[in-house]
C-alpha cells in the first residue's frame, strides 16, 4: 500500500517562482527521500533525508522533515521550465522498502 | 558509471506472446527491482533481488517471472499478460546494505498488451 501522500496533486507557477510541495507518510521511516519523473521516463533521485534530520539542502532544493507530524516538504527556489515534472516521495520505513507517495505534477511556464 | 539501462524501451504483445524485458547496471550494486507503473499513478514495487535472490515478491501474478542471472542484470519473462498489465516497468538497483536506501532507476520499458 502507498502510505505517502503528496500536497497538492498538481502545481502550475511561472518561471522564477518558487515550488513548494509537501509529503505526508503514516508509519516511522528510516529516511524520506524525494524523486523527479520527466513523462514517461525513470525516476530521479533528488535528495535523501534522514530521519534525524529536520532540513537539507541540494543545490535550489530544500527539503524539511517533521518526523512529529510525519510530513516533509521539497522546496525548488527560482524554478525553471526544465523543472516541470512529477515528484514523488519516498519512505524508507522499517519493512526495508521503499513506499512511494502519489505525486505531484508540476509545470513551470516560460 | 551511475546509469542503469532497459530494453527495449516499448514493446506490444499479444496475449499468447512471450517476451522479456532487460535491465543492466554496472554500479556494482547487488540489488535490483523490478515496479510497474500505471500513468498517473506512483510507482509499485513487484519483486526485489538481493544479491541474485528472490527477496521480496510482492504477490506479483505468475504470468511475470522474474530472473536475476548475474549480479548486472535482471529479466522480467511475461507470458499470457492481460491488457490490464499494459504500464510502464521500471527497474531500479541499489547499495544492498539497506532496501530502503536511495535507488537508481532505468528509464523503463512502455509495454502495451493487445
Known amino acids: 500500500s502507498q502510505q505517502g501522500e503528496e500536497d497538492p496533486q498538481a502545481l502550475s507557477i511561472q518561471e522564477g517562482e518558487n515550488a513548494t510541495m509537501n509529503c505526508s507518510y503514516k508509519?516511522?521511516?528510516?529516511?524520506l527521500q524525494w524523486y523527479r519523473q520527466n513523462s514517461g521516463r525513470g525516476l530521479v533521485h533528488l535528495i535523501l533525508?534522514?530521519?534525524?534530520?529536520r532540513e537539507k539542502h541540494s543545490g535550489r532544493l530544500r527539503v524539511t522533515l517533521d518526523t512529529s507530524k510525519k510530513s516533509s516538504s521539497l522546496l525548488i527556489t527560482a524554478s525553471r521550465a526544465a523543472d516541470t515534472a512529477s515528484y514523488f516521495c519516498?519512505?524508507?520505513?522499517?519493512?526495508?522498502?521503499?513506499?512511494f507517495g502519489k505525486g505531484t505534477l508540476l509545470t513551470v511556464n516560460p | 558509471d551511475t546509469e542503469v539501462t532497459q530494453t527495449p524501451k516499448h514493446l506490444v504483445m499479444g496475449m499468447t506472446n512471450k517476451k522479456s524485458l532487460k535491465c543492466e547496471q554496472h554500479?556494482?550494486?547487488?540489488?535490483m527491482y523490478w515496479y510497474k507503473q500505471k500513468a498517473k499513478k506512483p510507482p509499485e514495487l513487484m519483486f526485489v533481488?538481493?544479491?541474485?535472490?528472490?527477496?521480496i515478491n510482492e504477490s506479483v501474478p505468475s504470468r511475470f517471472s522474474p530472473e536475476c542471472p548475474n549480479s548486472s542484470l535482471l529479466n522480467l519473462h511475461l507470458h499470457a499478460l492481460q491488457p490490464e498489465d499494459s504500464a510502464l516497468y521500471l527497474c531500479?538497483?541499489?547499495?544492498?546494505?539497506?532496501?530502503?536506501?536511495?535507488?537508481?532507476f532505468g528509464p523503463g520499458t512502455r509495454l502495451t498488451v493487445l
Open positions: 519516498a519512505s524508507g520505513g522499517s519493512n526495508y522498502k521503499l513506499t
Open positions: 508509519t516511522s521511516i528510516n529516511n
Open positions: 533525508i534522514r530521519s534525524n534530520e
Open positions: 554500479m556494482g550494486h547487488r540489488a
Open positions: 533481488y538481493s544479491y541474485e535472490k528472490l527477496s
Open positions: 531500479a538497483s541499489s547499495q544492498v546494505k539497506s532496501l530502503r536506501d536511495t535507488q537508481y
